[in-house]
């Protein structure tokens, strides 16, 4: 029961997301929250290949941090990118610190009182060609019910980012912005 | 525990990054500075900067529907990845299974097509 | 499976120093061949507009780019005093960093022996290799953007803005058009992948045992087609090389960037062409194995340090054809691009992969050939029935003028955009005869029969 490399390689992440996470809600720059939002989901990342879930670890990196928060920066950047400290950034700091710890903690003791140091041996097989006939095996309703999902997300985004295009009936000018 | 195999890429991060790092650092130093109030100036072809406009300007919203579509196919392309690895074992129901889940996706696809959200005017 | 995971467990068996050698050995690779690849480009591209390219630096110019480089290091560094500092300071770090690490699981060779000790002639392997190199060139994505914001000017925060929605979009063909050859490969490893290309599979059609071409260029030609013009694009290369359109937005997201920090850029742009290329080689050219023709003359030629010159050969020769396409093609408008990525290669790539696990699905299932061939046969010509019954859209009629003009001269309603007269007159070709030079110029709208009529008559 003696501390591995590895649980000091999880802790040093661990530490690194929750760090990086605090710093997302805490600065002034916008743009530079996105970026520690980035360090905290690498980290998280850097969190499954510990637990040698590879391909999770890559899709997180894949899509998260490649596509997510290019999303994220792009919205931002749609609206305003000051450049330097954003002042009227009106956030009430000790009603966040009490959700946001509170939420933290409680759900720290939850899990650390459910697992205590139980120990999950891993499973034989945690790579592609596992999950792949695991999810298209087992799980083929979730797989199938997320397409659905992907069809209302991007009509959703259709509808909501271009009201004045394509749509039955364009009567009136673009509608500004 | 394949942990192991990912030193030596953690290895080549690490000296590309003091690499650039270094070469970054190094170059203000070696290089001559001469103070010029022009020169700091956001560049726009020679002529005085115009002063951005307040909060930022604003940007056209297609790149963000460009964004949220690059989301929707890079979630159905992850899912092809490991589909494709395991084909061999999946036969004819991991077929079935990815053409009704291709076609849910492409008529997303035809829907933005037909709405015009494919369209950089 | 069994010998594929046998094969990737020898990467976690080199001694440290070995590791040590490999990776100073990958980074002295990818340096030189950016070094290589600018006086490459350069030369290459003279040629083809007929002038002798950098020729005084070194043998041929060989050490043009190496001067230019050090050049670069002892010019001034401006930075714009609107700039966001740190962030501008790390957005070079950050695409140099990435394209240095998307290299590591290319192999360049097989097993040999290095002082002693017998190692693949490749940094490392995963069983996610290629997702890797995804990864690494969507975390690229963030140099550019980040640039472009931290600059604090237009010019760059429109070409980064431009720059990473065409880098997402081809990234999106990219990975669709590696699909097949995980389906065909059955792995994600990038040896595995290689070790996959070395025979030719058989294949029964129409009760005749065919061998498949080896190479999956061959054998998955769409796919391969895809991902070269997808990894131009994802390069920002010419024809796609819109975010540096110098002639519309001066040098695109590197527009504030000067000295060492622009030389960062220049060199990660570089080296994701060099990785590009190698991914290329490595997934559809039969990565460091030797081309057809060279092993049945020569057994000897996959094995020991002669894989590293057929591997650099073949990534020369993909790296021609980027250089050449910059040599020969225009650059695209930015809403064709557009167009050209998400209506054209990311359907016909879905398309593709459906009828390729079709294909497969069929050939794996345990039907007699003739009913197999019946049911292609059946397959392909419902399609076409589809294609050719499909209600034809009316065409709209050619209206004269541009489309959409109001009447007072503007683009969309009263308010929109004015739009200058378009009776223009084309002015006469320069190369044609003498005698159209003499000739009035001829307006654009005008029936050719008329000029001539006239001038018939005026003789």
């Known amino acids: 029961m003696g501390i591995e490399p590895v649980d000091v390689l999880l802790a040093g992440l661990g530490a690194i997301a929750l760090g990086a996470g605090v710093l997302v809600v805490s600065t002034r720059h916008i743009v530079r929250a996105g970026l520690w939002l980035v360090v905290a989901l690498g980290a998280t990342a850097g969190l499954y290949l510990v637990l040698s879930a590879e391909l999770v670890a890559w899709v997180q990196v894949l899509l998260y941090v490649g596509a997510v928060v290019v999303l994220l920066l792009f919205a931002v950047m749609l609206t305003r990118a000051p450049i330097g400290a954003s002042p009227d950034l009106d956030r009430p700091r000790w009603a966040g610190l009490l959700v946001g710890g509170g939420a933290g903690v409680g759900l720290a003791a939850l899990l650390i009182d459910a697992y205590r140091w139980s120990r999950v041996p891993l499973p034989p097989g945690t790579g592609a060609t596992e999950i792949g006939t695991e999810v298209f095996r087992t799980w083929v309703l979730p797989f199938e019910v997320l397409s659905v999902l992907l069809l209302a997300a991007l009509i959703g985004a259709i509808v909501l980012s271009r009201p004045d295009i394509g749509a039955a009936d364009t009567e009136t000018g673009r509608r500004e912005g | ?121 | 499976m069994l010998a594929a995971t046998s094969s990737l467990d020898q990467f976690s068996h080199d001694p440290w120093w070995l590791v040590l050698i490999k990776i100073v050995g990958v980074f002295a690779f990818l340096v030189v061949m950016t070094l290589f690849t600018i006086w490459y480009e350069r030369r290459v591209v003279g040629r083809m507009q007929v002038r002798p390219g950098p020729n005084r630096n070194g043998p041929f110019g060989l050490l043009q780019s190496l001067a230019d480089g050090i050049k670069l290091a002892f010019k001034e560094e401006v930075i714009p005093k609107t700039a966001d500092k740190v962030v501008y300071f790390f957005a070079p770090v950050i695409s140099a960093v990435c394209a240095f690490t998307a290299f590591a699981v290319i192999p360049l060779g097989p097993v040999v022996s290095m002082f002693g000790h017998h190692t693949p002639l490749q940094l490392t392997d995963v069983p996610v290799a290629v997702l890797l190199i995804l990864a690494c060139s969507s975390m690229g994505v963030y140099g550019v953007v980040l640039a472009g914001w931290a600059s604090g000017s237009t010019y760059p925060l429109l070409g980064g803005l431009r720059s990473s929605a065409q880098m997402i979009s081809y990234e999106v063909a990219m990975g669709l058009s590696i699909v097949a050859v995980f389906m065909t490969a059955g792995s994600m490893s990038t040896s595995d992948i290689v070790a996959s290309q070395a025979n030719g599979s058989q294949a029964q059609f129409f009760g005749l045992t065919f061998t498949m071409p080896s190479w999956y260029a061959l054998l998955l030609f769409p796919s391969f087609l895809i991902y070269f013009v997808s990894a131009v694009g994802e390069t920002n290369r010419a024809p796609f090389d819109l975010p540096e359109a110098e002639s519309e937005l001066v040098g695109g997201f590197h527009t504030e960037y000067s000295s060492f920090k622009f030389a960062m850029f220049f060199l990660a742009e570089y080296i994701n062409m060099v990785t590009v290329s190698a991914l290329c080689t490595t997934l559809f050219l039969g990565g460091w194995r030797a081309p057809a023709p060279i092993t049945t003359f020569w057994a000897g030629a996959n094995s020991g340090w002669w894989p590293m010159l057929w591997f650099t050969i073949k990534v020369l020769l993909l790296l021609f054809v980027f250089i050449w396409l910059r040599g020969t093609l225009p650059r695209l408008r930015y809403d064709q691009f557009m167009r050209f990525g998400w209506k054209v290669l990311i359907p016909v790539n879905l398309v593709w992969i459906v009828a390729l696990a079709g294909l497969r699905t069929l050939q794996n299932s345990g039907l007699e050939s003739q009913i197999k061939t019946y049911i292609m046969v059946g397959t392909v010509l419902v399609i076409a029935a589809v294609w050719v019954l499909w209600p034809a859209k009316e065409k709209p009629t050619a209206a004269s003028g541009v489309e959409g003009i109001d009447p007072g001269g503007r683009v969309g309603g009263a308010g929109g955009f004015p739009v200058p007269p378009l009776d223009l007159e084309v002015p006469p070709s320069p190369r044609a005869p003498r005698l159209s030079v003499d000739r009035e110029p001829v307006p654009a709208g005008t029936v050719a029969g008329d000029q001539s009529a006239t001038e018939q008559e005026g003789r």
Do not use: H
Request: hydrophobic share 55%.
């Open chain 2, 1 to 121: 525990m394949s942990l192991s195999a990912y030193i030596p890429i953690v290895g080549l991060l690490a000296l590309g990054a003091a690499f650039a790092l270094f070469s970054v650092s190094i170059a203000p130093i070696v290089g001559p500075r001469r103070y010029n109030r022009a020169k700091l100036d956001a560049y726009e072809c020679g002529i005085e900067p115009s002063p951005q406009p307040v909060g930022g300007g604003r940007f056209p919203v297609k790149f963000y529907l460009t964004a949220m579509l690059f989301i929707v196919f890079d979630i159905e392309i992850i899912f092809l990845y490991p589909w494709a690895v395991s084909f061999n074992k999946l036969a004819l129901f991991g077929f079935v299974e990815m053409v009704l889940f291709i076609a849910t996706v492409f008529v997303a696809y035809a829907y933005v097509w037909r709405r015009g959200g494919l369209d950089w005017d």
